[in-house]
């Protein structure tokens, strides 16, 4: 997780008790679908330390803060890609 943030692919997040909402920079695009789907239960999995309802990871583009998928019960599902 710190690593994705150093990386700056992630740039920013917003935590809630059922949620966190990851803003990702371009470069998340670049990722294979693997990579994507490890950072979505990293963050997840660090959301529950605080949040044990927790469910559900969603992407935003960090430049539009348009939806670009979201991750939840184990499945990734990607709405759109980054442009």
């Known amino acids: 997780m710190q ?3 150093s ?3 992630v ?9 966190i909402s990851l803003y990702v920079a371009p470069k ?3 990722m294979d679908f693997e990579y994507k ?3 979505a239960v990293a963050f997840l999995e660090w959301n529950k330390q ?11 583009d960090s430049r539009d803060r348009k939806r670009l998928g979201h991750y939840a019960f184990g499945n990734l599902k990607l709405d759109r890609p980054l442009r």
């Not at 605080?50 to 935003?60: K, L, R, S």
Request: glycine share 4%; net charge negative.
């Open 3 to 5: 690593l994705s943030i």
């Open 7 to 9: 990386e700056g692919v």
């Open 11 to 19: 740039r920013r997040f917003e935590q809630d008790q059922r949620s």
């Open 28 to 30: 998340f695009h670049e």
């Open 37 to 39: 789907r490890v950072i």
């Open 50 to 60: 605080t949040h044990p309802n927790a469910e559900m990871v969603f992407f935003f």
